[in-house]
């Protein structure tokens, strides 16, 4: 005897604002554990035991080849984090943190690449996270235009890319 169930459906939504803020913190845990960690003790090497911000600060003035050094580290360190939501967002759709909430990044552009987003998109989407001048003015305007458009950031927006949850029914 066969059962006539009703077929589940499924349909994109868009991801809920603490899932989306949780995603993220647990991505900067496992950027913490993995690429941070890795770095720091080049940091607490490089700077000595200072005793606090003055020191520091005129420990960093009267060397020059350590705050060059520093830069560097600080760029590379950058450029990690960048590569770790670009490449798992283009390659998967999701980081660590999207996946273990059940969110995911799709493309309203192109269709053919089944909603994953370009590597451009990822790109445009993450620039914010490299520290610099022009794009730290985006730590500002990204949460500005999220709370008057509930469901999609600046960068998001730029970017042609949205984060959905996928509901089933």
């Not at 053919?112 to 490299?130: D, E, K, W």
Request: charged letters at 15%; hydrophobic letters at 55%; aromatic letters at 16%.
């Amino acid at each position: 005897m066969d059962l006539e169930l009703p077929q589940r459906h499924s349909f994109l939504g868009p991801a809920v604002l603490w899932k989306r803020a949780l995603a993220f913190i647990i991505d900067l845990f496992v950027i913490d554990l993995f690429i941070f960690s890795s770095f720091r003790q080049i940091l607490l090497s490089s700077l000595g035991s200072s005793a606090g911000f003055s020191a520091t600060y005129h420990f960093l003035l009267s060397n020059s080849e350590i705050r060059r050094a520093l830069l560097y580290v600080f760029i590379l360190v950058s450029l990690f984090v960048l590569s770790y939501f670009i490449l798992l967002e283009y390659l998967t759709g999701q980081t660590i943190g999207k996946m273990i909430v059940n969110i995911l990044v799709v493309s309203v552009r192109d269709p053919n690449r089944a909603g994953t987003p370009g590597f451009l998109q990822c790109l445009v989407r993450s620039i914010f996270l490299f520290p610099v001048v022009p794009f730290i003015i985006l730590w500002l305007i990204d949460p500005i235009y999220y709370l008057f458009n509930k469901d999609q950031r600046f960068l998001e927006y730029l970017s042609q890319t949205r984060v959905v949850e996928r509901f089933v029914m």
